[in-house]
Nanobody, 124 residues
């Protein structure tokens, strides 16, 4: 089992940057593919980015391509989401998720483990 704790959220102006971190407990972190999802007020949770358990492949939602970068450090049991050129529509609670799957996945049901989320607010 994996426990996930996100951090790094906050208030930023449009065009700014943030780095989200997700720290995982457990000795088998490197076996899990990791994903970042987000949920804006009044909207359903949506996929943002995912990375394979090795870190060799990643997947992005169209709306974040070129702006967000997902990475992981298996030695630190941590996955990151670097967010640049932020827009007000990026305002949401961001969740990290873990799943015992090989490749990056956009489908939320493939991730049984979720963090509590971190709020990102982008002002115009």
């Amino acid at each position: 089992q994996v426990q996930l704790v996100e951090s790094g959220g906050g208030l930023v102006q449009a065009g700014g940057s943030l780095r989200l971190s997700c720290a995982a407990s457990g000795r088998t972190f490197s076996s899990y593919a990791m994903g970042w999802f987000r949920q804006a007020p009044g909207k359903e949770r949506e996929f943002a980015a995912a990375i394979s358990w090795t870190g060799s492949s990643s997947l992005y939602a169209d709306y974040v391509k070129g702006r967000f970068t997902i990475s992981r450090d298996n030695a630190k049991n941590t996955v990151y989401l670097d967010m640049n050129s932020l827009k007000p529509e990026d305002t949401a609670v961001y969740y990290c998720a873990a799943g015992l799957i090989a490749g990056p996945e956009a489908r939320a049901f493939r991730y049984p483990y979720w963090g509590q989320g971190t709020q990102v607010t982008v002002s115009s």
